[in-house]
């Protein structure tokens, strides 16, 4: 083969292999979102999760367990769906809005525990607020706004 064979050889490899990527990347992400689109809705999932621990303080202060415990429902789904909002990539970047810390892909295992403990408290919260034993209400509505926190101290800019 004269090396401008092997030149056209190799672009058009080239190309197959680019095209075989893009399709590769593109199957793998039907039923789930573009990076952009993981940003934005994971933001509005924060805020309304904002929103509702302030509704849910409101209510056990006033002793309506019945109203606070459907508040629960969100977070136990949102702690279940939280790992596929956070696509390799959508790290904060200067133009991206985004204040998720790189080490949330640096220590998966570390980010996946806090999602996990925000899931089981969230169910202990659920439990005591069924059982209305205000003593392990106000106890257990502590360690579940602490996993909060103890998130962001640790994957949020
Ligand atoms: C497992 C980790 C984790 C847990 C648990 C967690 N967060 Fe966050 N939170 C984040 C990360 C990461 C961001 C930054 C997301 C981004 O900007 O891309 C964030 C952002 C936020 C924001 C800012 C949204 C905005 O306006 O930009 C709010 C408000 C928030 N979280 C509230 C909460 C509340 C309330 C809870 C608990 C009920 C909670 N978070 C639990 C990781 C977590």
Known sequence: MSPDNIIVMNKVFGILLVGLTAVLFNSNSIGS???EDAIQKRIEMFKSSKANIKNLRK????????EAVQLLDFHIKWS?????????GSEASTSNGSDASSDIWDNPIGFQNAI?????????LRKSLRSADSASINENFKNFAGTCKGCHKQFRN
């Open 116 to 124: 996990k403990q925000y899931n089981l408290k969230s169910k202990d």
């Open 80 to 88: 279940e769906e939280m790992p596929l909002l956070f696509p390799p």
């Open 59 to 66: 209510l056990i202060r006033a002793d309506d367990t019945t």
């Open 33 to 35: 979102v573009s990076v």
